[in-house]
């Protein structure tokens, strides 16, 4: 999945950011992997979400995270989709202590999701009871309302300062 911080450094959210920064309406679609994955079936709901984003007049965005939950394809009826801000809780720091092939030691992280609950219902979770979830995303990241007050911090380079 593509939910919450993983935003961040994802390949598949990363490739929609390149067409949306060139006009084009764009769609990161992901699926929780199992073993059990329907990839047919969630490939058919990618379609028709992706068809009525695009029959859309005025999109609200260029930038959309779609994720779907395996636990939502394993069931008889439809799941809801929710439109969802991105969760910004850290998830879980457990990391667990494995041997690779030739017995050296690394650290697997455990990538659990948040277990604290936040005010507004995020991608998360809606994933976590089932849902699809469909994020309007943006690429600018910068906190435009903090660039004055740094600007007034006077930062500068000393010439006569050296490394060490």
Not at 33 to 47: P, T
Not at 104 to 115: E, N
């Amino acid at each position: 999945l593509n939910a919450g911080i993983n935003v961040l450094y994802s390949g598949t959210v990363a490739a929609a950011i390149e067409g949306a920064f060139f006009g084009i309406t764009s769609i990161a679609v992901s699926l929780e992997y199992s073993e059990q994955a329907n990839f047919q079936k969630s490939a058919i709901w990618a379609r028709q979400i992706i068809r009525q984003i695009m029959e859309q007049k005025e999109r609200a965005s260029l930038l959309y995270n779609l994720n779907m939950p395996t636990s939502a394809l394993e069931k008889e009826e439809l799941p809801e989709v929710h439109i969802t801000p991105m969760s910004t809780a850290r998830y879980g720091e457990d990391f667990i202590r494995r041997k690779d092939p030739k017995g050296r030691t690394y650290y697997w992280a455990t990538c659990d999701p948040p277990i604290q609950a936040e005010p507004v219902e995020s991608d998360v979770a809606a994933l976590s009871k089932g849902h699809l979830s469909l994020t309007p995303l943006q690429f600018d990241m910068t906190k435009h309302y903090e660039i004055s007050t740094i600007q007034n911090w006077g930062l500068h380079l000393a010439a006569d300062e050296s490394v060490g």
